[in-house]
């Protein structure tokens, strides 16, 4: 079993829906949490961090339920430039390595 | 500022040759990651180091890789001799501190090529 999974995708959506991509992780000893963009053929980038209470930057809300192990990014009326893979990652303290899972691939058609 | 960056953009090599990777961080950044995407897989950890010392290199496949990072400034990854599954993209990133939720600054990465 992968230490974090994500639905792979992709999801193809209209410019302006809401669209939600989940993640779960199995180790419960993970602390921190993010969720990472990477564009075709370029570096992750981080788009947010998730926090226990839930979060929201701008368009973007990221939630995290510790008891059920999973993590989750809302985005609201998408726009063409979402278009990406979205990463979901996890990091125990214990270590400093990020885990990443394999990615969710998002499409927004005009 | 420069961001991090990372040397050659690509690579294409033989089965049985040697080939070294360089990443430069951010200036000030003690902290540099290798990370590694091969196809169709998720990014993985290979190893850590703080400032020259190699804080964690759990992630690293086999004795065929050799990290370094003389100095505390830039590090190499060096794969000798490089096989087939050794292709994919390797990433290296870096950070100021170690604090858990510490950002991580990624290179463009290395898509390295083993025929």
């Known amino acids: 079993r992968k230490e974090v999974e994500q639905d792979p995708g992709p999801f193809n959506v209209p410019e302006g829906a809401t669209v939600a991509f989940n993640c779960t992780y199995s180790n419960s000893a993970s602390q921190s949490f993010f969720w990472y963009r990477q564009d075709c053929r370029k570096e992750p980038k981080l788009l947010m961090s998730?926090?226990?209470s839930g979060n929201e930057d701008g368009r973007f809300t990221a939630q995290l339920n510790r008891a059920s192990q999973y993590i989750s990014l809302l985005i609201r009326d998408s726009k063409l430039s979402d278009s990406a893979t979205y990463l979901c990652v996890v990091r125990m303290d214990s270590s400093y390595k990020l885990i990443f899972g394999s990615g969710t691939r998002l499409l927004v058609r005009p | 500022e420069a961001g991090v960056t990372q040397f050659p953009s690509h690579s294409v090599i033989e089965k049985g040759q040697t080939v070294t990777l360089r990443c430069d961080p951010i200036?000030?950044?003690?902290?540099l990651y290798w990370y590694r995407r091969v196809m169709g897989k998720e990014i993985k950890f290979l190893l850590h180091f703080v400032k020259e010392s190699k804080q964690d290199e759990s992630g690293m496949p086999n004795n065929r890789f050799l990290a370094e990072r003389t100095g505390g400034t830039y590090s190499t990854l060096k794969v000798q001799p490089a096989e087939l599954e050794d292709s994919g993209v390797y990433f290296c990133a870096s950070s100021q501190s170690q604090g858990a939720g510490e950002k991580l600054f990624f290179g463009s990465g290395t898509q390295l090529s083993v025929l």
């Open positions: 200036s000030g950044h003690d902290n």
């Open positions: 998730v926090y226990s």
